[in-house]
């Protein structure tokens, strides 16, 4: 099984629970990353030197459940807690904004 190493710490990120989505202006032009390349959340933000802002630095990977795809990809067994950290209260946000009339 392929394994996708952090750049930095080597830790596998998949394993680690530590995969989201960069945005490319972050990840191509102001790190100098690749299609290839992989961070895990502790070594990017080392690289930022901040904490990273959800949705703007970075997004969950969406999954699909059934015919629908739900940014409530962000699930505990499959998550770091620090992804945790980021998405839950954003994405509460984000649904209370779409149901509100």
Not at 2 to 21: A, T
Not at 88 to 101: C, F, H, I, L, N
């Amino acid at each position: 099984m392929k394994k996708f190493l952090c750049n930095d710490c080597r830790v596998d990120v998949l394993v680690s629970g530590d995969w989201y989505m960069a945005a490319p202006q972050l990840w191509k032009k102001q790190l100098g990353l690749g299609w290839e390349d992989n961070l895990c959340l502790p070594c990017l933000e080392k690289r930022l030197g901040r904490k990273v802002k959800p949705f703007t630095d970075i997004w969950p990977i969406p999954i699909s459940q059934g015919r629908t795809r739900t940014l409530n990809s962000v699930e505990p067994k499959t998550c770091s807690a620090r992804v945790m950290e980021i998405f839950a209260p954003q994405s509460k946000r984000r649904q209370r904004s779409k149901s509100a009339p």
